[in-house]
């Protein structure tokens, strides 16, 4: 299964596409579509619409993964949002493609484990958990693998329940041991505890030490 992850916005919009075979992911493409402020609006969002269906025609997802919509203090920040994401919603309907969303806090938790994660914590979970060599970049961009992870992980949890299951007591008990997926969370995880990269490498900043 490939899912096409989308982090909207119309100045920068983050895409990531992943396989999920099984329980393993790993990543396809990622990176981000801009487009420059002098350019009119209707402009700007056919420009998202072309490169989004470049991306589609290109790699084939099977799902599109998206930031479920939400208010914030900034109207205009969320207009735009708003706009990008109707672009992205047509494209995949044009394309047949189902949609499913997420919120942020569903998109930290499912990479980092809590909701609270900075950014920097959610790169780093995305990097381990798709093996990635080294962390993906813009900030756009790693979201949008989130985003893509969050849905790839929801979707395998979902095909796990037998489809002519009547109730609770009917479905298969869950297997034991742990994923290769739980397996990379659970790792990067000690290593964010202990502040160890994914290459064996301290992310904490050194201590100058002066002398007497």
Do not use: W
């Amino acid at each position: 299964m490939i899912i096409l992850g989308i982090d909207p916005g119309t100045a920068m919009l983050g895409y990531g596409l992943i396989e999920r075979t099984g329980p393993r992911m790993r990543a396809i493409d990622y990176g981000v579509i801009t487009t420059p402020a002098s350019m009119p609006l209707p402009d700007r969002l056919e420009s998202i619409y072309l490169s989004l269906t470049d991306l589609i025609e290109l790699h084939a997802p099977t799902l599109v993964g998206v930031e479920r919509l939400f208010f914030t203090k900034n109207v205009q920040t969320a207009f735009a949002v708003g706009q990008a994401r109707g672009v992205i919603l047509l494209a995949a309907a044009l394309h047949d493609l189902e949609i499913r969303e997420a919120t942020p806090n569903e998109v930290k938790v499912a990479t980092a484990g809590h909701g609270s994660s900075t950014k920097a914590q959610v790169q780093r979970m995305v990097q381990a958990i798709l093996g990635l060599p080294e962390l993906p970049e813009p900030d756009d961009a790693a979201d949008a693998l989130a985003i893509a992870i969050c849905v790839a992980n929801r979707e395998r949890s979902v095909s796990r329940i037998p489809v002519g299951a009547l109730d609770r007591s009917a479905l298969t008990p869950a297997p034991t041991g742990i994923t290769p997926y739980e397996k990379a969370v659970r790792e990067a995880l000690r290593r964010e505890k202990l502040g160890v990269g994914p290459a064996g490498h301290s992310t904490r900043k050194s201590e100058s030490k002066t002398g007497s």
